[in-house]
């Protein structure tokens, strides 16, 4: 069974560093597109960023130069290591996967509706 498992949410003032995991089960993750999509308050779920199963990275204008994606094919586990965090950044932070890059790319400005596997969430708060 597929299963994705988030950590590394938490409370942090303007301009700190947060790393979120996505710790994989029931599958390789190099042979998946992961990516990190987040909800904001009272806002549509938008998506961030993925690594397709070929290594390519995408990233969304409101955090690209800010937050980058990786794989560690040993742990089965993908990451999310985000600077300078901003308090338009609090939000709840979802992994999700997909067998398919071209779904996984086409669902980034979707909200992800086309993707088939998702994380529970972890929350990030950015506050002063």
């Known amino acids: 069974q597929l299963q994705l498992v988030e950590s590394g949410g938490g409370v942090v003032r303007p301009g700190e560093s947060l790393r979120l995991s996505c710790a994989a089960s029931?599958?390789?993750?190099?042979?998946?597109?992961i990516g990190w999509f987040r909800q904001r308050p009272g806002r549509e779920r938008e998506g961030l960023s993925f690594?397709?199963?070929?290594?390519?990275?995408y990233y969304s204008d409101s955090v690209k130069g800010r937050f980058t994606i990786s794989r560690d094919n040993a742990k089965n586990t993908v990451y999310l290591q985000m600077n300078n965090l901003e308090l338009e950044d609090t939000a709840v932070y979802y992994c999700?996967?997909?067998?398919?890059?071209?779904?996984?790319?086409?669902?980034?400005?979707?909200?992800?509706?086309?993707?088939?596997?998702w994380g529970q969430g972890t929350q990030v708060t950015v506050s002063s």
């Open positions: 690594i397709s199963s070929s290594d390519g990275t």
């Open positions: 029931g599958f390789t993750v190099n042979s998946y597109a």
């Open positions: 999700a996967a997909d067998p398919h890059d071209h779904i996984f790319a086409a669902s980034m400005t979707k909200g992800g509706h086309a993707i088939r596997s």
